[in-house]
């Protein structure tokens, strides 16, 4: 089946440096890929839809200069947080479609950062 | 718009119970219909979908089944184990493909031997 990556699994970083997280879809090409946010024993909230080639396009409310996405390749996209603080600290996951009429979104292992 | 309403949780049962987790959906247009599932510290896992009325999804013993009528996808298994203790997310994807997914709440399941 269509498999996704995401790295790192786990970060702790100081409150003020930036941090990036990749997502990788391994078996198959993803011209869109999505990033949503979790906070503890919650759903999903859609932050971003990445676009292969073009600029993501950003849920309301989620600032594009903090949390910027780059979309480099059909297999690869990052999610940089950028000068983090506490309250970034969250589960953040990906998701990539194969697209081809597809519905079907495959979801990355997540990825824990924890800003001290 | 569209959305999804799942039932609220915690559910807890016994090993081999029966499992019927609620989801009802709104939508325009002919969307598909998903169960994913999250164990603790993890990412989303695709359960089960099904991409048009009547049809139905199964997987491990889970099913789920298209109902354009009543506008829901209902997640039941006949047996449940400890093993599936985890939290379920009912969700759509509107008609167009390449289009984000839109979740319910979740819903936490936790199965006791």
């Not at chain 1, 506490?86 to 009429?101: K, T």
């Amino acid at each position: 089946g269509a498999v996704v990556s995401q790295h790192p699994s786990r970060v702790i970083c100081k409150s003020g440096t930036s941090v990036k997280i990749e997502c990788r879809s391994l078996d198959f090409q993803a011209t869109t890929m999505f990033w949503y946010r979790q906070f503890p024993k919650q759903s999903l909230m859609l932050m971003a839809t990445s676009n292969e080639g073009s600029k993501a396009t950003y849920e309301q409310g989620v600032e594009k200069d903090k949390f910027l996405i780059n979309h480099a390749s059909l297999t690869l996209s990052t999610l940089t947080v950028t000068s983090a603080h506490p309250e970034d600290s969250s589960f953040y996951i990906c998701s990539a479609s194969p697209g081809s009429g597809s519905s079907t979104q495959y979801f990355g292992p997540g990825t824990r950062l924890t800003v001290l | 718009g569209n959305s999804v309403t799942q039932m609220e949780g915690p559910v807890t049962l016994s090993e081999e119970a029966f499992l019927t987790i609620n989801c009802t959906y709104t939508a325009t247009g002919y969307p598909s219909l998903f169960w994913y599932v999250q164990y603790p510290g993890e990412g989303l896992q695709l359960l089960l979908k099904a991409t048009k009325a009547d049809d139905k999804g199964s997987n491990k013993g889970f099913e789920a089944t298209y109902r354009k009528e009543t506008t829901s996808f209902h997640l039941e298994k006949g047996s449940v184990q400890v093993s599936d203790s985890a939290v379920y997310f009912c969700a759509l994807s509107p008609t167009q493909a390449g289009t984000a997914l839109i979740f319910g709440k979740g819903t936490t399941l936790s199965v006791s031997s």
